[in-house]
Structures are given as C-alpha cells and as structure tokens.
C-alpha cells in the first residue's frame, strides 16, 4: 500500500509564497506521473470537483492550469520520493484545498498504485 501525505497549507497574506510538499510512501519503488489539484470550498470531497493545478510526468514534462500558469512550480525529488508545488503571488482565488494524486510503481515487476492523499488546505487573506 501507498500513501501520498502532503504538507506546507495554511493561512498567508495575497502576494506571498508556499510551498506543499507531498511525500510518497509504503510500498513506493519510484514516482510515476505525479500531479497536484485543488478543490474549492463548498464543492465537498467528489474528485470530479478537483481542478488540475500542475502535473509532472515521468520523463521530465510538466503541465499547468491557465489560472496558475506562470505563478506555481511542480517540482520532484525522486530520491525523497517528494513532489513539491512552489505557489508565489498568491491570490485570494487560490483558497482552496490541494490533493496530491499520483501514480507510483510499487516494485521492481511494474505494479502501480494510483491514488489521492488526504489534503492541505491553503487560505490566501485578501
């Protein structure tokens, strides 16, 4: 079994920085394509609700939601099993809570894991 926990959430001022961290582990041999998605409040916990903020691929590719494009950063450390998301100039529209979700190859056959982890609210004051 996976486990995806992130970390880094809280209340911060428009105009500031975080950075959410989301650790890979259990049975995690290496990272596959590793993506973080934010769900408004209100909206509940329906996955389907979850909007892609950045996902980075296994062979280096990163992609980004138009909203955050050129704001945030997905960054990995495959060695810490560790996917970060660097979010500067925050904005109040930002609130929300951030899921990690990736798949991981779990060992050395090529058997995956898929899966979300819990998530970490982010609040961003105007």
């Known amino acids: 079994q996976v486990q995806l926990v992130e970390s880094g959430g809280g209340l911060v001022q428009a105009g500031r920085s975080l950075r959410l961290s989301c650790a890979a582990s259990?049975?995690?041999?290496?990272?596959?394509?590793m993506g973080w998605y934010r769900q408004a409040p209100g909206t509940g916990r329906d996955v389907n609700q979850r909007?892609?903020?950045?996902?980075?691929?296994?062979?280096?590719?990163?992609r980004y939601g138009a909203s955050v494009r050129g704001r945030f950063s997905i960054s990995r450390d495959n060695e810490k099993n560790t996917v970060y998301l660097q979010m500067n100039s925050l904005k109040p529209e930002d609130t929300a809570t951030y899921y990690c979700?990736?798949?991981?190859?779990?060992?050395?056959?090529?058997?995956?894991?898929?899966?979300w982890g819990q998530g970490t609210q982010v609040t961003v004051s105007s």
């Open positions: 979700n990736g798949l991981v190859t779990t060992d050395s056959y090529g058997s995956t894991w898929y899966g």
């Open positions: 259990g049975s995690v041999f290496s990272l596959n394509d």
């Open positions: 909007e892609l903020v950045a996902e980075s691929t296994n062979d280096g590719r990163t």
